[in-house]
């Protein structure tokens, strides 16, 4: 069977050791669009991802990518007890938890677990939960993502339980717009996420979409972005965790709309693809930014 549960459930993955420098912590930062807006060039605010002074900070979401930024291959998926092809994937939903501000250079190791899979009947989601720790033995973050796998579920397993975020039923206290750029998917992958469904006509139309998408960590990455300018007053150690489900695809050269809502549990926030034959799609859903103290 594709998808065998008893094996996967629990089994870990190889450690990873890696490193990172404030050029990649740049490199980041620039691929999720900022410094991109006019003035931005000469704006204290924005200099502070995009500029190697002693004013630069790390989006928290950085520690999603750090241990695989230098990768130059398509993401593998030998997982164990899981025999699945690259085109059936698409991200599911992902969430890191800061336990201090992120430096921006630094060495760590990553271990990892498949802690849990869904039978949606149709697709199968696989979750996997991961711990940074610093060289010196320091609890850096927790990661915790899955993937939804087309065609693989049916096997009798748990449908899993919804972890809704309700948004209040008033205006937004943030609502801003970004532009993708038609190149900010190909910029993206240089993050080390080279899967061709991001670059690829070809591959995309055989995953099943008309064109290339943008990466969902990349708007994923884009609305904390804009949040932490909108909202925590472009500090970006103020996040003490975010996550949310990617709820449908943008493509490069569409306009995210990102709604935000300060609640007594953090920032809840949605995306949308703003304007176009596509207005009102959804992009990101159930997302909540936690704020420190």
């Known amino acids: 069977m594709p998808i065998d549960p008893s094996v996967a ?5 190889p450690d990873r050791a890696f490193a990172w420098t404030a050029s990649d912590v740049l490199l980041y930062h ?24 002693p004013e630069l ?3 928290p979401s950085f520690g999603v990518v750090a241990p695989t930024f230098h990768a130059t291959d398509p993401p593998p998926l030998d997982l164990p007890g899981c025999e699945i092809d690259l085109a059936q994937v698409v991200h599911g939903a992902q969430e890191i938890q800061v336990h201090a501000p992120l430096p921006t250079a ?8 498949i802690n849990d899979v869904w039978d949606k009947g149709k697709a199968a989601v696989i979750w996997q939960e991961g711990v940074a720790v610093s060289d010196e033995g320091a609890k850096l973050w927790t990661v915790r993502s899955s993937i939804f796998v087309r065609g693989e579920g049916g096997f009798g397993g748990s449908r ?7 948004v209040p039923e008033r205006p937004a206290d943030l609502a801003t717009t970004y532009r993708v750029t038609p190149q900010q998917a190909l910029l993206y992958r240089l993050c ?3 899967n061709p469904l991001h670059a690829d006509p070809a591959f995309a139309e055989r995953a099943g979409f008309p064109a290339p998408i943008l ?14 300018d909108g909202l925590l007053d472009g500090d970006a150690s103020r996040v003490a965790g975010y996550r949310a489900r990617f709820a449908g695809v943008v493509f490069p050269g569409e306009t995210l709309r990102v709604s935000a809502w300060r ?17 009102g799609a959804p992009a990101l859903a159930d997302g909540l930014v936690e704020v420190r103290a």
């Open 9 to 13: 459930i629990g089994a870990a993955l």
């Open 30 to 53: 620039l691929a999720l669009g900022a410094g991109s807006r006019d003035g931005d060039n000469v704006s204290a605010a924005a200099l502070r991802y995009t500029y190697d002074s």
């Open 57 to 59: 900070q790390v989006l």
């Open 106 to 113: 630094g060495s760590a190791t990553l271990s990892t677990r």
């Open 160 to 166: 899993g339980a919804a972890t809704a975020v309700p």
């Open 192 to 194: 080390g996420d080279r």
């Open 215 to 228: 990466h969902g960590l990349c708007t994923w990455g884009i609305a904390l972005r804009e949040i932490a």
């Open 263 to 279: 609640t007594d549990a953090g920032i809840a926030l949605e995306a949308t693809v703003a304007g176009g034959t596509r207005d």
